[in-house]
């Protein structure tokens, strides 16, 4: 029986955990669609980085919401290159985005190798601490996740066009502050992979059962047993994910290899 103090901890987490889910499913399903796979990573690194370039300069540390511009700085930068990089090279764009995530990892850790408090700050970009998530600290996620939806809501072709690297930043970089870059990355193409070969009813609704379903147990696993959160709800929402996809393969019409073929957009 989960007691009242244990719930405190779990309910801010699931809060911040359907905040990512509200805007990931959709900018999942439109990753998978174009067929830049790494680009979740890529962008959640960078943010990652921005912070931890925030944490180098004790003057930008201190400055107010350093935590949240400083990251978003970087990834709308990052988002502009892979943007630019999607008019040039269509062809090879998965490749360099790839190399784009390695060379900002390995800039994180060459920046924090000094660090006493290096290894653990990376830790927490990475896991995240979605358990000591505060209801204050939902707050603007909540607002520009609001906004975003409604921007797609009303001008669903952004999605389509450069408008999405846009969002697509503003999203990841709050998100990583909430629940690190693993869990930024699963949220986003788990869910999505699920209902990827699935063309029949409510597919954006079992999208979104699936991370609910994946992060309600792995908070539950994590505080029960213990668990590094971060790790317990990536490893809750790929069972969850296997279990539907293979599950709605039994029921449902499917999508054949062509209908998922990756679409490139300029």
Known sequence: MLDLELMSILLPALAAGILVLSTHI????QVLKRGIIFIDL???????????????????????????WMPALFA???????AWL????AGELEAMIGCFY????????????NDPHGAELLKQLMSGQIL????????????????VLLAIYLRPQMLDG??????????????????????VFSTLILPALALNKYRGKGRLFYAYLVGLLGYILGLVLSATLDLPS???????????ALVFRLVLSQVGPLATESDIQPKHYT
């Open 162 to 183: 450069a408008g999405f690297y846009l969002l697509f930043a503003l999203v990841i970089t709050l998100s990583v502050e909430l629940v690190g870059v693993y869990l």
């Open 86 to 89: 999607s008019k040039r090279m």
């Open 132 to 147: 000591w998530v505060s209801w204050s600290q939902l707050i603007l996620p909540a607002v520009v996740y609001l906004l």
């Open 102 to 113: 390695v060379l900002s990892a390995v800039a994180a850790m060459l920046l924090l190798a």
């Open 76 to 82: 709308l930068a990052g988002a502009g290159f892979i």
């Open 26 to 29: 959709v900018l999942g399903r």
């Open 42 to 68: 890529a962008i959640a690194q960078v943010a990652a980085l921005g912070a931890i370039v925030a944490h180098m300069d004790h003057r930008l540390e201190n400055m107010p919401f350093a935590n949240v």
């Open 230 to 240: 971060g790790a317990a709800i990536v490893a809750t929402l790929a069972v969850s």
